[in-house]
Nanobody, 124 residues
Framework: QVQLVESGGGLVQAGGSLRLSCAAS????????MGWLRQAPGKEREFVAS????????YYADSVKGRFTVSRDNAKNTVYLQMNSLKPEDTAVYYC?????????????????WGQGTQVTVSS
């Protein structure tokens, strides 16, 4: 079973950048797609980005496309989310998530486990 621990969240001004990291435990990390979800106050959890098991395929929500980049380092059992040009509407708790298979995930339902989350707050 893969356990996930996120880090790197914080407070940033609009237009700024943050890099989230997710450390995964377990020997099977590299066979699964990984990604990120987020949940803003009063809203449902939503899909943000995903990468396939090898990192060769990625998929993004329209709201973050061109600003966020998801990547992974299987040697370090770590997945990243580089967030640039941040907007106040990006404010949310961000969750690292594990896919059900190695194929890139395109919807929230494609993940079957996630971490505790890290808060990202973007001020205007």
């Amino acid at each position: 079973q893969v356990q996930l621990v996120e880090s790197g969240g914080g407070l940033v001004q609009a237009g700024g950048s943050l890099r989230l990291s997710c450390a995964a435990s377990g020997r099977t990390f590299s066979v699964y797609a990984m990604g990120w979800l987020r949940q803003a106050p009063g809203k449902e959890r939503e899909f943000v980005a995903s990468t396939s098991w090898a990192g060769s395929s990625t998929y993004y929500a329209d709201s973050v496309k061109g600003r966020f980049t998801v990547s992974r380092d299987n040697a370090k059992n770590t997945v990243y989310l580089q967030m640039n040009s941040l907007k106040p509407e990006d404010t949310a708790v961000y969750y690292c998530a594990k896919g059900k298979t190695g194929v890139v995930v395109t919807t929230t339902s494609g993940f079957d486990s996630w971490g505790q989350g890290t808060q990202v707050t973007v001020s205007s």
